[in-house]
Nanobody, 124 residues
């Protein structure tokens, strides 16, 4: 599977942004997709995930209530609605896929397929 992100850019604190991840190639109808921000010097950890077959979602505490992950199977697209952005949200956001069949996608799940990432820069 190939993953391509878009939608990043500069935004002021308190603002909103929508990131997109379009996938192609071989994929599973019941795979896990996730968003992974990585800031300089920090570990890359999932903040949101979704099961494409069951639309079950998971969020980290840091983004719960501010970010919403969604998926459209026909468009082969996942997106992340980000609102009330904070400076600490600044990072390169990568989407990732795990093709193993899954009902739920815990944030700690291993992902083997990655996009190149899109930069989000939140200024205060």
């Amino acid at each position: 599977v190939k993953l391509v992100e878009s939608g990043g850019g500069p935004v002021q604190a308190g603002g909103s942004l929508r990131l997109f991840c379009v996938y192609s190639g071989y994929y599973s109808p019941t795979m896990c997709l996730g968003w992974f921000p990585q800031a300089p010097g920090k570990i890359r950890e999932a903040v949101a995930s979704i099961s494409t077959g069951h639309q079950t979602t998971e969020y980290s505490d840091s983004v719960k209530g501010r970010f919403t992950i969604s998926h459209d199977y026909e468009k082969k697209t996942m997106w992340l609605e980000m609102s009330n952005l904070k400076s600490e949200d600044t990072a390169v956001y990568s989407c990732a896929a795990d093709l193993n069949k899954a009902y739920a996608c815990p944030l700690g799940r291993d992902y083997l397929h990655w996009g190149q990432g899109t930069q989000v820069a939140v200024s205060s």
